[in-house]
């Protein structure tokens, strides 16, 4: 079926001033070669039509992830979510040798968050703010052994695919089921940005000193009762439990970090578990007897017994939200993104509405490729806007900042084949420590648009390829993301077959969420999802 579509006509200076601003890779003679020549040129540009709908994520891949969400988080739209974390630990060293008559002094939990520095003062002091802090409400943290196997290899597979853990597992599994000692209890929980200063006493000066400033961390003294520490690893001193891996993490098997609402509210965090600095350190004294001629003496002597979090770990996802899949035949009215285990928005391009009455969505792709040998892509952009009506509740935009987070973006990736778009290889604008400055030419950023956001996706490498290399039109998957930098994938449980069998790691890890206007019909023309292609043709 032909379709009429609306074609806006731009004077050429602003295809100058395109070419130099906008686009970057600055190679245009890729597309049309054969264009080129002694013939005047005008620029233009043109809408496409797009089906935009949304789509529920189903459980999602949680074992592997590079950091993990703890707490409890009520997002105004979408309801609460729950995190917890199951992981293993393994020991700093095996077979190990803990002197004689060890005791226990402390036994130290540290887990880093992720801070940013914005202050040190004369005497040294930082000043830190929470980069992945969710919510301002406590919440109920429990810390207990963990007595659930978590195996290394899936035995449906004869052992030769590696095991996945997916986030609903405290359904699958119930890991309160396998709750073994109380380590840790909290029933006012809310992280501290604060600095964390540890001292000692100087016998000398008898005055306590600063030894070390720590960035802000959850760091607490875990419980000892009944010697619980003493017996389960100075008393196997040596046995074969202590001596290698597999044998450790099947008699240890890890702690697991249990969050819980309060009133319905509460906060998430993100936690650095790959840090260097996550661990567990047993810190004790033992004695060590030396015996010269006929004199025998007794020394006592420090010693560290540390456990890491370098091996397996779930992120388990507890979430009362009811969510349908939007519709792909017509698209929808809204855009519903929320991470975690939430939802998505597939994006069809060249795709509309049934209007012949086929059961299919109406295909415009065949317009565009007739143009093969006449358009200069100059840009092509994916242009949202949020639903200022759906995620403001009435009040100053300022006041519900909360429901966004300064690191969220919209991540924009291939969903048919897991992979980026070629325009995230040609975005040169990486910057590793801030995501927020990231990959801003082919992601875009939050933008202000009059009394909400837009945000801007560019596509134009994607088009050209598409229109001279006939590539594939693959389908388009939209999420948040706290960092656009990390493009790893996890899978979705039984998606086999499905539109989407994967989503990027960046929106697992944040609870966060918003609501943006879809391509259906009902939606203003002003504020529809829209796909603009800005090319260069020979003048008729």
């Not at 979510?81 to 060293?93: D, I, N, R």
């Not at 009133?263 to 350190?281: C, E, H, M």
């Amino acid at each position: 079926m032909k379709k009429i579509l609306q074609v806006i006509k731009l004077p050429s200076i602003i295809l100058v001033l395109l070419t130099v601003l906008i686009a970057c890779d600055k190679d245009y003679n890729s597309l049309g070669t054969n264009i080129i020549g002694g013939k005047d040129f005008v620029s233009d540009s043109i809408e496409y039509p797009i089906i935009a709908y949304s789509k529920k994520v189903k459980p999602v891949q949680t074992n592997g992830l590079s950091s993990n969400l703890i707490g409890a988080y009520n997002n105004p739209e979408y309801g609460l979510t729950t995190a917890s974390v199951v992981s293993q630990m393994v020991p700093s060293t095996y077979t190990p040798f803990f002197g004689e008559n060890p005791e226990i002094t402390s036994v130290i939990l540290t887990l880093p968050y992720f801070s940013t520095a914005t202050d040190i003062d004369e005497d040294g002091a930082t000043t830190y703010q929470l980069d992945s802090i969710f919510g301002d409400s406590p919440i109920k943290l429990s810390i207990y052994e963990n007595k659930y196997y978590l195996r290394d290899t899936d035995p449906s597979s004869n052992f030769d695919e590696g095991q996945l853990y997916y986030s609903n597992s405290n359904e699958t599994i119930n890991f309160d089921n396998f709750k073994g000692e109380l380590l840790y209890y909290n029933d006012n929980f809310y992280p501290s940005k604060d600095e964390i200063v540890i001292e000692e006493y100087d016998e000398e000066t008898e005055e306590d000193v600063v030894t070390e400033r720590l960035s802000p961390r959850l760091r607490v003294d875990l419980l000892n009762n009944n010697e619980y520490w003493e017996k389960l690893f100075f008393d196997k001193e040596d046995s074969p439990e202590l001596s290698n891996q597999n044998n450790f993490v099947d008699y240890f098997r890890g702690i697991y970090i249990k969050a819980e609402a309060i009133d319905n509210k509460g906060n998430q965090i993100l936690i650095n578990f790959n840090s260097t600095n996550a661990n567990i350190q047993i810190n004790y004294t033992y004695t060590t007897t030396t015996t010269t001629d006929t004199v025998t003496e007794e020394t006592t002597s420090e010693g560290t017994y540390t456990l890491s979090f370098n091996t397996n770990r779930v992120n388990t996802f507890d979430s009362n939200i009811e969510f349908t899949d939007g519709n792909a035949l017509t698209g929808d009215s809204n855009l519903y993104l929320k991470g975690g285990e939430g939802s998505m928005a597939i994006i069809s391009l060249f795709e509309g509405p049934d209007e012949d009455g086929d059961g299919e969505p109406d295909s415009y792709l065949e317009d565009f490729l007739s143009h093969k040998d006449e358009w200069l892509i100059n840009e092509a952009q994916l242009t949202l806007y949020e639903d200022a009506s759906k995620i403001y509740t009435g009040k100053d935009k300022a006041d519900d900042e909360h429901l966004y987070h300064t690191y969220d973006r919209i991540f924009a990736y291939d969903a048919t084949n897991n992979t980026t778009l070629i325009d995230y290889a040609f975005d040169p604008t990486s910057n590793t420590n801030t995501p927020l400055d990231s990959k801003i030419i082919h992601l875009g950023q939050r933008l202000e648009n009059g009394s909400t956001y837009k945000y801007k996706i560019r596509l134009t490498e994607h088009l050209k390829n598409i229109l001279e290399k006939d590539s594939t039109n693959t389908k388009i998957g939209l999420v948040l993301s706290t960092n656009v930098n990390n493009t790893l994938n996890a899978r979705i449980l039984d998606s086999e077959g499905d539109v989407v069998t994967t989503i990027p790691e960046g929106a697992i890890l944040t609870p966060k969420g918003t609501i943006l206007h879809g391509s259906h019909s009902s939606v203003p023309s002003n504020l529809r999802a829209k796909l603009e292609i800005y090319y260069t043709e020979p003048e008729n």
